[in-house]
């Protein structure tokens, strides 16, 4: 009888904890320039996702890129991001880019890009790579792909 029960009980905690589908990533929003000074720019955005799922998981955003007037100018850094059950959240994504790194990009005409981007008070963002969910043994990878204008406040 204790077996059985045993049984029945594993049973039931494995099929009401298991991941029925993965995380629905929703969409790339509110990229903007936070902050900008004569050592570093600093650009922040937020992934959003729906999980509908009983359990929770992790996010890895390593591995996301971000460029801006299609230069590279490095690769988002952030912790793995605890994922919460039943609901929908956002995973935050920041770039903090060093300006004396843009010098030494300037071989297409980087900087006269970016000077025509300030003028016209605009610049072209794009976050580009893949977000990683992990869940137990489950895991998947979300390929990112968005390019937004945003406005410079001067």
């Known amino acids: 009888m204790i077996k059985k029960f045993t049984l029945l009980l594993l049973i039931v905690l494995t099929t009401a904890c298991a991941i029925k589908q993965k995380p629905e990533f929703i969409k790339i929003d509110g990229i903007q320039l936070v902050d900008a000074n004569s050592k570093t720019l600093t650009l922040k955005a937020e992934a959003l996702f ?4 009983d ?3 992790r996010l890895n955003t390593e591995g996301v890129n971000v460029f801006v007037n299609d230069i ?4 988002v850094r ?3 991001f ?15 880019v060093n300006t004396k790194d843009l010098l030494k990009k300037d071989q297409n005409g980087f900087l ?13 963002v794009k976050y580009e ?3 990683q969910f992990k869940a137990f043994s489950f895991s998947y990878s979300y390929p990112i792909n968005k390019t937004e204008t945003i406005n410079i406040k001067l």
């Open 112 to 124: 006269g890009g970016l000077l025509n981007s300030v003028l016209n008070r605009t610049l072209k």
């Open 72 to 75: 590279l100018m490095g690769v």
């Open 50 to 53: 729906n999980n509908p799922n």
């Open 55 to 57: 359990v929770g998981g």
């Open 129 to 131: 790579g893949v977000i």
């Open 82 to 96: 605890k994922v919460p059950a039943n609901k929908d959240f956002r995973v935050p994504l920041q770039i903090e």
């Open 78 to 80: 952030a912790e793995e």
